[in-house]
């Protein structure tokens, strides 16, 4: 009967399959999830940790590496972090201690907590979306940096004096965070171009509510940026809602661009300029991964860390009709 249900490991005649299906239907036979873990050492199930699925492009990650699971037959349980290093540490915990399949983490910053509790498990992980200095291990990333330079390269073609960025906040790590990658690409592109960066980078946190209250003071001041590119659409939404409030005509008179090209960002007023990155196969490639027993092994020929490409997506929010 466990090759049937199990499809192997060895081949089962067809008219036998038949029967065995028959005698599972008539006895309304389920087969005990826990006791297949417990004998495998490992269930069906795929931990994905994110910093806060609130946002919408964690969500959508997280929305696509379910899909991507669903095709291989596993399932997904999401864990929030907060982008607290106690709480990602807390699932990290909890989801190997139920003997999951193996890890998907989007880190905020992988901490030598983290990085020991993955060690101590010997556990399966795949980083998602950024790769952190702290860890070596299997990643799958978009290329932000490039992103970013396309986005501001865009923003000073217009014809704009320079390109203000709305970046991270204190805390945001300087290496291997998506955020910091961002101000990296905005950084580059304006220096490649002759631009001086001093006194043009502001700090926000990720979120449009938080990112509009530092908008209003930005765009209120005497020093008003002519364009703004954001590390998020996030923060990009809530600067356009900030300008709104302002009545400063977006692009008329400020010219904005974000970063992740999330779903709401073609619904703007007016729609969104940002960079989009291929969410659904970066997702299946996160979980063809971190189901793949042969990139676990020690000199392993197998791609460990897999970058995706990012495009840039007009629309006229950066002047462009």
């Known amino acids: 009967m466990s090759y049937v249900i199990n499809n192997g490991p060895r081949p089962v005649a067809p008219a036998t399959r038949e029967r065995v299906l028959a005698a599972i239907k008539d006895l ?3 087969p005990d999830r826990v006791a297949q873990a ?8 795929i931990g994905m940790i994110v910093p806060d699925a609130r946002q919408p492009f964690f969500a959508e990650m997280a929305h696509a590496v379910e899909q991507a699971a669903a095709e291989r037959g596993k399932m997904v349980l999401v864990g929030n972090s907060d982008y607290r290093d106690e709480r990602e540490v807390h699932y990290l915990r909890a989801f190997l201690g139920m003997r999951v399949s193996g ?5 905020q910053g992988m901490s030598e907590r983290a990085a020991s509790e993955i060690e101590a498990w010997d556990a399966r992980v795949v980083l998602l979306h950024e790769r952190p200095e702290a860890i070596d291990d299997v990643a799958v990333v978009t290329d932000d940096i490039g992103g970013a330079q ?10 704009h004096p320079y390109v203000a960025c709305l970046g991270g906040v204190e805390n945001t790590p300087e ?3 998506p955020v910091a990658d961002h101000v990296e690409g905005w950084r580059r592109a304006m220096l490649e171009s002759g631009r001086s960066v001093e006194g043009r980078l502001f700090q926000a946190p990720y979120n449009r509510y938080d990112a509009y209250k530092v908008a209003l003071e930005l765009l209120a001041g005497p020093d008003r940026p002519p364009a703004i590119f954001c590390a998020t659409d996030d923060q990009a939404i809530g600067v356009l809602r900030a300008a709104r409030e302002l009545r400063i005509d977006v692009p008329g008179e400020l010219a904005v661009a974000g ?6 960002a073609a619904l703007t007023d007016p729609p969104l300029t940002t960079i989009a990155s291929d969410r659904p196969a970066m997702a299946r490639a996160a979980v063809d991964l971190v189901l793949d027993d042969a990139v676990r092994v020690t000199g392993s020929r197998r791609e460990r860390l897999k970058q995706f490409p990012s495009a840039l997506v007009i629309r006229r929010s950066c002047g462009c009709h």
Not at 38 to 45: F, G, H, I, Y
Not at 103 to 107: C, E, G, H, R, Y
Not at 150 to 159: F, I, K, N, Q, S
Request: aromatic fraction near 6%.
């Open 175 to 177: 290496v291997g965070d």
């Open 103 to 107: 890890l998907i983490l989007v880190s």
């Open 150 to 159: 396309l986005a501001t390269r865009h923003l000073l073609e217009h014809g």
């Open 259 to 264: 970063f992740d090209d999330v779903k709401e």
């Open 28 to 30: 309304s036979y389920r």
């Open 38 to 45: 417990m004998a495998s050492r490992r269930t069906d199930l």
